[in-house]
């Protein structure tokens, strides 16, 4: 099994910034990606930023050039740093760690809110 911290969040003004971070413990050694995901009400959970243990990288065409994430592997840690917010960049965010075998691991979920 794999446990997920998340910390960040908040409430922040448009255009403004946020760092969310998720460590991850447990069965480390199986994980191979790590990203976030995020939920609004009334939609489904969408894919926001993914990076592999390689170091390749996937960002949801929303957030490309505002988002950027990162990973210390020696740490099991990823980061997802957010600028130039927009009130649609409004969810509840989610820490994810896919291991080699396929199953998703989630965190609790940490509230993003944008809006002035």
């Known amino acids: 099994q794999v446990q997920l911290a998340e910390s960040g969040g908040g409430l922040v003004q448009p255009g403004g910034s946020l760092r969310l971070s998720c460590a991850a413990s447990g069965s480390t050694v199986s994980i191979n990606a790590m990203g976030w995901y995020r939920q609004a009400p009334g939609k489904e959970r969408e894919l926001v930023a993914r990076i592999t243990t390689g170091g390749l990288i996937n960002y949801a065409d929303s957030v490309k050039g505002r988002f950027t994430i990162s990973r210390d592997n020696a740490k099991n840690t990823v980061s997802l740093q957010m600028n130039s917010l927009k009130p649609e960049d409004t969810a509840v965010y989610y820490c994810?760690?896919?291991?080699?075998?396929?199953?998703?691991?989630w965190g609790q979920g940490t509230q993003v809110t944008v809006s002035s």
């Open positions: 994810n760690a896919n291991v080699w075998s396929g199953i998703n691991w």
